[in-house]
T-cell receptor, first 115, second 115 residues
């Protein structure tokens, strides 16, 4: 069966520090991968998505970046965190093909607090 | 363009009573529709989806949803609510003819089931 792992589960970082959040998927190959941010336990904001290694699309201009160095690894990074980067970050994957009618499968998230 | 609306921020229901969480959508073609549930400090979990065929879709944990094309709705229902159903529920839509595989999520509805 497929699983998705995100770490760390919680993170407290000072303003201006760098960030690296990692997400890996097991049990499937060539998935679509996504990074979302959820503020105040409500709506999801799509940050980045990827259809393959090295292919990243950005939805929202900001000081965050994403990379996909391996087929099932997706990394969210920042060189200098802002207070507004606080939130709950969720990684997700979905199967390709089939008319894109497949659901997304989410990790358990990283709660990021910026001090 | 695709959009989805969850008109209620919060739904309160007594345990044992039927529950309904509302969702309406807008797409240029035909929709793929999804429901997800999120428990505190967890990722979203897929509940059910509508692709085509029978308008009544059954999913996990006794939930079902009814697709109504004329009303552009996909309301989530359960005949008898449990306290453990208390969570945040998200509806999502993807336009089948839109070419984008990125779904649009609603803002979420908080379901509170009272003992």
């Amino acid at each position: 069966s497929q699983t998705i792992h995100q770490w760390p589960a919680t993170l407290v970082q000072p303003v201006g520090s760098p960030l690296s959040l990692e997400c890996t998927v097991e049990g499937t190959s060539n998935p679509n991968l996504y990074w979302y941010r959820q503020a105040a336990g409500r709506g999801l904001q799509l940050l980045f998505y990827s259809v393959g290694i090295g292919q990243i699309s950005s939805e929202v201009p900001q000081n965050l970046s994403a990379s996909r160095p391996q087929d099932r690894q997706f990394i969210l990074s920042s060189k200098k965190l802002l207070l507004s980067d606080s939130g709950f970050y969720l990684c997700a994957w979905s199967v390709k093909g089939a008319g894109y009618n497949q659901p997304q499968h989410f990790g358990d998230g990283t709660r990021l607090s910026i001090l | 363009a695709q959009s989805v609306a969850q008109p209620e921020d919060q739904v309160n229901v007594a345990e044992g009573n039927p529950l309904t969480v509302k969702c309406t959508y807008s797409v240029s073609g035909n929709p793929y529709l999804f429901w997800y549930v999120q428990y505190p400090n967890r990722g979203l979990q897929f509940l059910l989806k509508y692709i085509t065929g029978d308008n009544l879709v059954k999913g996990s944990y006794g939930f079902e949803a009814e697709f109504n094309k004329s009303q552009t709705s996909f309301h989530l229902k359960k005949p008898s609510a449990l306290v453990s159903d208390s969570a945040l529920y998200f509806c999502a839509v993807r336009d089948r003819s839109g070419g984008s595989y990125i779904p649009t999520f609603g803002r979420g509805t908080s379901l509170i089931v009272h003992p």
